[in-house]
């Protein structure tokens, strides 16, 4: 392996110009990333995830109606001031996880959401020459340490390129990216291949690629060729099957649990799980949720 291959990642993208169609009519003015989950939109979540990992510069692959993601991490000095005149300290605290250093945040536009490798390359001259991290922003985790620092971690043993993998029901793998690894019992392994959505029967693993990546910035090489795949899109996938001819990838097995808030009933879930973890909102949360439990669905409104 190239000596190169073990540079920090110290640079997250964030790519958030999709057109979120199965939240609408939620995200026709609203970006989906802007959702709130409990009490923080899921693009805050997303840095704060990338800061635990310890990376310090953040590029957003925004698009057309999605100026409110980059609003969202301005420090606002009146509002500072005004809740700080109110005495409001927690709030204040609270509101400091949004603020991104000066100089810290890329923006940086794809003018047509023409799919998830076409996002990725777009960030391309503010990457650079150097290992990078992606977030899909919506898929969400639990766990006692965040997905990013888990994959971190992994990198810094291994190198290479790394793909965060968490297990799905076997009956439900024609739903998914499925990896196939060299060794499925162990946390970390070195992946053969990916296989886009096989049937239970063909899966090589029932371990689903589930959207956090550390990626070489030869990927963007491969990018550049602008291959149509899947669905008439760019995908990073057959970006990644390519680099793979010449370069590791490692799956690094999440120790917690996935949401995917990207549809309504994984967003509703999700809501619930983050909930119930919170330490200000979880018992609250578990008293609500008794309340409804045993009701008769069409009077749990009464
Ligand atoms: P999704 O596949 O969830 O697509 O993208 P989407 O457009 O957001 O949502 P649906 O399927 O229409 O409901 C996964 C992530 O990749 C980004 C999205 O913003 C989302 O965070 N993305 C996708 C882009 O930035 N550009 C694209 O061209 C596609």
């Known amino acids: 392996m190239n000596k190169d291959m073990k540079r920090p990642v110290r640079k997250a993208v964030f790519p958030v110009a999709g057109l979120g169609t199965r939240f609408l009519p939620a995200t026709k003015v609203m970006p989906k990333e802007m959702l709130p989950l409990v009490d923080r939109p899921l693009i805050q979540r997303a840095v704060e995830e990338a800061q635990e990992a310890g990376i310090e510069e953040f590029i957003f692959v925004s698009g057309r109606g999605k100026s409110l993601i980059t609003q969202h991490f301005e420090i606002q000095p009146e509002l500072r001031e005004e809740l700080e005149r109110r005495d409001k300290l927690a709030l204040l605290e609270k509101l400091s996880h949004s603020d991104i250093p000066s100089g810290k945040v890329q923006i940086t536009m794809q003018q047509r959401a023409l799919g998830l490798g076409h996002a990725v390359w777009c960030a391309k001259n503010l990457v650079g020459d150097e290992p990078f991290a992606v977030f899909l922003v919506d898929v969400m985790t639990l766990g006692e340490k965040g997905c990013m620092a888990q994959m971190v971690d992994a990198y810094n043993q291994h190198g290479g390129n790394v793909i965060a993998s968490s297990p799905v029901p076997r009956d439900l793998t024609y739903k998914y990216g499925i990896l196939d690894v060299e060794n499925e019992g162990v946390d970390v ?60 990838f490692s799956s690094v097995k999440l120790k917690g649990e996935t949401y995917d808030c990207g549809h309504h009933l994984g967003f509703i879930e999700a809501n619930i799980a983050f909930a119930l973890a919170d330490p200000e909102f979880g018992d609250a949360t578990h008293e609500i949720l008794k309340k409804y439990i045993n009701k008769d669905r069409k009077n749990a409104a009464a």
């Open 189 to 248: 392994s070195p992946i053969n291949a990916m296989v886009e959505k096989p049937k239970p029967e063909d899966a090589p693993s029932n371990l689903h690629i589930l959207g956090r990546y550390i990626l070489q910035p030869e990927i963007f090489d491969i990018l550049d060729e602008r291959k149509i795949g899947a669905g008439g899109e760019i995908q990073l996938t057959d970006a990644m099957e390519k680099l793979m001819e010449t370069q590791s």
